[in-house]
C-alpha cells in the first residue's frame, strides 16, 4: 500500500502547476483522499479532499476556485490543478488517504488520514 506525489517545482506568482498522486496496492475509488500542505515553520493543513461516502469534493478557503482536485479511476490517480499560484502557496504537498470511512468535510483534516504519501515541494517565487 503506497503513495507517491510528483509534480512540484518552481513557478512563479500567478503560475499554474499540477500535482499528480499515484496509489499502488488498493483502489483510490474505495476511500477518502485528499491532499494536504505544510509550509515551514506551519501546521499541515487540508488542501483539498474527495470523500469516501459521496465523492464530494472539499476545499479550504484559502484555495478554493484556484484549486482543482480530480481523481482518475483507470490510472488510479488523484491530481491537484492549482492556478494563480501565489507566494503563500509554498509548501511541501503530500496526497494521504484513509481505509476507514471519512464523512464530510473530515477529509480535510490530517488527523484523520491514515496513509501518507512522501511529499513534493512546490515553490512559488520570482
Known amino acids: 500500500v503506497q503513495l507517491q506525489a510528483s509534480g512540484g517545482g518552481l513557478v512563479q506568482p500567478g503560475g499554474s502547476l499540477t500535482l499528480s498522486c499515484a496509489a499502488s496496492?488498493?483502489?483510490?475509488?474505495?476511500?477518502?483522499i485528499g491532499w494536504f500542505r505544510q509550509a515551514p515553520g506551519k501546521e499541515r493543513e487540508g488542501v483539498a479532499c474527495?470523500?469516501?461516502?459521496?465523492?464530494?469534493?472539499y476545499y479550504a478557503d484559502s484555495v478554493l476556485n484556484r484549486f482543482t482536485i480530480s481523481r482518475d479511476t483507470a490510472k488510479n490517480t488523484v491530481s491537484l490543478q492549482m492556478n494563480s499560484l501565489k507566494p503563500e502557496d509554498t509548501a511541501v504537498y503530500y496526497c494521504a488517504t484513509n481505509f476507514a470511512p471519512i464523512y464530510g468535510s473530515s477529509c480535510l483534516r490530517p488527523e484523520w488520514l491514515e496513509v501518507w504519501g512522501q511529499g513534493t515541494l512546490v515553490t512559488v517565487s520570482s
Open positions: 474527495i470523500s469516501s461516502t459521496d465523492g464530494t469534493l
Open positions: 496496492g488498493f483502489t483510490l475509488d474505495y476511500y477518502a
